[in-house]
């Protein structure tokens, strides 16, 4: 069953930071196997990058160094395009380049994706040629092909995401050791898990773009990004995720992405969720989707959800059938046909209905809670259970946990803002999360 | 995007049980959405059963249903060929009448390829066609295309598996209510979840089966099924899932699936989890698989084992993946470049090296724990840790658990077969399972 010729796909690998050095290494540890399974073989032609000396941990012939992106992209003998330079200035012109060559482009770029996907995928198709992109959700996590081949007999009814490692990590930190935010993100920089400048992480922007880009593969090409709902981690409060611990849950960096009759929800949030939930489960920087199908029902796909080997693992893969599909002569899953025929209707925010944890400052004083009670209630919400610690001793404000029955987003809003504005009852905003209860 | 000729791809149907009557069923449900999809539409052309006559909840043309599954395949319209009779007798004709015309196979049936898999890949190597399976392990979940495309990067160092829905269910039910063996044993087999002839799933048969499945795609075609060390839940006693859930384990039938330099580990038996582990906490009919691979590090999938719904989800899964690949010319990833060059060599049973959960009947009387302590320090075994219940009054053997430290399997056996030659020190045999420790 060996193969004396095998077929060498050549390969243009722009961007040589930590997922690229991860790529090569992986392609020099494991190209033989690799091209023993498929019966072709992936060799890289060059490597782009403005910086060409800095040291990767890996090495790699002098000659395949290049700072000439576009030179690389259109020689004769380059294939397929991985583009792992990241964000959507230079990248988005040098993926454009590629696909209107023909090229087939592997990237793990999910900001490109949820800001510039329909495009691109529109491009890809006018140039029969198709865009890869599993190392942008989910890391290592074959999640991509999961949702868009093996579960392809399925309708998307929701899925929920832990799609950030660094919050999660921050999370898991936060519980364990009832640390502060504040401790927590200075030691996840220390350690590497979070960047300097923390705000694309535990903003929730980077979930949100992966949240796009599984939402635009569920229920059509156009998920506009601007029109998601987000909410990161900062300033999370300990006190919140001890509350939430004593009453069953944890709270997570959730993405929801939910169809229904009135609309997709595509949101972003911390999220209590009950602990023996498999989610609440994911720890420190993994990863974990469950995607529920018509057919199906649940699944769940975990594991590294960042880092150099794991985002290599999903390049691979990708680069892998990029080098089948050309083989078998071109694209296989047509872009263009794996999404809706429209752009995705997004479901109005505040018809979202679900329970909510709120802690009130509360003056400590008779009469307080049921004020706020008869709020909620003029609001149709109902309160599923009240929790109140012990107050410290002339305490003019105490700490009042309250879990609502299902209500609509608007309702809760409304009825948070009156109760803001009751002179004396609660000294500072009330602290929001959601519940989720995954049915 | 919309696509007004969509190719048809002719579907022969073999088997119109509860999985067949699934894959109608979501053929009829979601067909439109999978051609939209595709590009491609898979088409029925026939349905081939002994049974004509039995409703299955599912109505279809009465022209589709044939009972000559031969002619059927034989069609000139017939392109694919969807295997769901289950076993290696009639179902192996089939399969290999398609194969030998050149036509993809889809199967369920984990048993023939267990029994038969390298040479059904050799006959569809042979033939330039394939065959497609990923129903035949873990149900719904698409756990075949992970582990053969989304982590072909990768060397699997080891896998982890529920397998057996039946099982699973009857663990978590004992757990659960403290109930014995054989009470949840009659319930799962009253509420349809067990066979009325349970012996293959409870036995572990079926968890062998899938094993081997499993095994041959990561490490080699060909995986000797009777050299697969196989036990079962039979019998296994709820005080053994108590006195583990004191000390924190949940008992799985666990498939292990272990590449090493002495050889691959193949096993199926109840282990010891660590309650707060993933594994653990996959309940009631649900299946989920432990990958680890060399470049993505640990990687788990979660979902439905069985079931009508969530087997065909897999199944026209494959099938997508089959008309995908004949729109583009044929196959895609060829069976046999995809496994190593020769057949797996097992590792020596008695050369795996675990921690273990003993339960000992032992003599209640001064003298007993040392004389076991004793004989398992002879062969090199320490002890982990020792729990022995207040014993009821006047009993003259007691239970004693030893949890070991890590040991050879044959010298736990060597050191067994002593203590029960011991005269009166234990009055029965010892209760022995794994333990395992993941790392």
Do not use: W
Not at 381 to 399: F, H, K, L, T
Request: glycine residues 10%; proline residues 4%; contains cysteine.
């Amino acid at each position: 069953m060996s193969r004396v010729n095998t077929k060498e796909i050549g390969v243009a690998l722009l961007g040589f930071g930590t997922v690229g050095a991860g790529v090569v290494e992986t392609l020099q540890k494991n190209g033989s196997l690799l091209a023993a399974r498929l019966g072709v073989r992936p060799v890289l032609r060059g490597i782009a990058d403005l910086d060409l000396t800095s040291d990767r941990g890996v090495s790699v012939e002098p000659g395949l160094l290049t700072t000439d992106g576009a030179a690389l992209i259109a020689r004769p003998d380059v294939q397929v395009v991985v583009e792992l330079i990241g964000g959507s200035g230079v990248a988005k012109d040098f993926v454009l380049q590629a696909l209107k060559l023909g090229k087939p482009v592997v990237t793990a770029n999910k900001k490109l994706l949820a800001e510039h996907g329909a495009e691109l995928h529109r491009v890809a198709e006018e140039n029969k040629t198709e865009i890869l992109f599993e190392a942008s959700v989910g890391g290592g996590i074959p999640i991509i092909k999961a949702l868009r081949e093996g579960l392809c007999a399925n309708r998307i009814e929701c899925m929920y995401g832990i799609l950030n490692g660094t919050c999660n990590y921050i999370l898991t930190r936060m519980e364990d050791e009832k640390l502060p935010f504040d401790d927590v993100l200075k030691a996840a920089q220390a350690a590497g898990y979070a960047e300097a400048e923390p705000s694309l992480d535990i903003d929730g922007h980077d979930t949100a773009h992966k949240a796009v880009v599984l939402a635009s593969l569920a229920y059509g090409c156009e998920v506009p990004l601007d029109k998601v709902n987000v909410a990161g981690i900062r300033g999370l409060a300990a006190a919140d995720i001890a509350y939430a611990a004593e009453m069953g849950y944890r709270i997570k960096l959730l993405a929801i992405i939910r169809g229904g009759p009135d609309g997709v929800e595509v949101s972003v949030q911390p999220t209590l969720v009950e602990h023996t939930h498999q989610l609440a489960a994911v720890a420190g920087v993994y990863n974990a989707v469950l995607v529920v199908g018509d057919v199906v029902g649940t699944t769940l796909y975990y594991g590294r959800g960042a880092g150099r080997a794991a985002t290599a693992s999903a390049v691979v893969a990708d680069l892998a059938d990029a080098a089948l599909n050309l083989r078998s002569g071109g694209r296989r899953r047509d872009p263009g046909t794996a999404h809706a025929q429209s752009p995705v209707l997004l479901r109005n925010p505040g018809d979202i209905v679900a329970r909510n944890y709120l802690r009130f400052s509360m003056r400590d004083e008779p009469g307080s809670l049921a004020r706020v009670a008869t709020a909620l209630g003029a609001h149709g919400i109902g309160i599923d259970s009240v929790m109140q610690q012990e107050a410290p001793r002339n305490a003019e404000y105490v700490p009042v946990i309250i879990v609502t029955g299902p209500a609509k987003d608007r309702e809760i809003a409304a009825a948070l803002a009156e109760i803001s504005h009751i002179a004396g009852v609660t000294d500072r905003p009330t602290v929001r999360y959601r519940i989720e209860d995954f049915d």
